[in-house]
Nanobody
Framework: QVQLVESGGGLVQPGGSLRLSCAAS????????MRWYRQAPGKQREFVAT???????AYADSVKGRFTVSRDNAKDTAYLQMNSLKPEDTAVYYC?????????WGQGTQVTVFS
């Protein structure tokens, strides 16, 4: 089992930046992928970005060029650097990890982009 804790959310104006962190604990050696999802009010949860244990990365089209996913294996932490934030990026952001045990989710962190 792997436990995930997100942090770094907050309030930011359009054009601003935030960095989200996802700290993993437990059987971290068995993690294959770490992913970020988000869920806006009244909408379904959607994929944002993923990074594999080999460093393969993919992004949703809506965040390409603005968001950067990374992973510090020494700290067992994944990051989501979010730049040029827009009001439509407002959502609860969730970290997800897939591995040999199955899948785990964090509790989410709120990101609000407002004028």
């Amino acid at each position: 089992q792997v436990q995930l804790v997100e942090s770094g959310g907050g309030l930011v104006q359009p054009g601003g930046s935030l960095r989200l962190s996802c700290a993993a604990s437990g059987s971290i050696f068995s993690i294959y992928y770490m992913r970020w999802y988000r869920q806006a009010p009244g909408k379904q949860r959607e994929f944002v970005a993923t990074i594999s244990n080999s460093g393969s990365i993919a992004y949703a089209d809506s965040v390409k060029g603005r968001f950067t996913v990374s992973r510090d294996n020494a700290k067992d932490t994944a990051y989501l650097q979010m730049n040029s934030l827009k009001p439509e990026d407002t959502a609860v952001y969730y970290c997800n990890a897939d591995g040999s045990w199955g899948s785990s989710w964090g509790q989410g962190t709120q990101v609000t982009v407002f004028s």
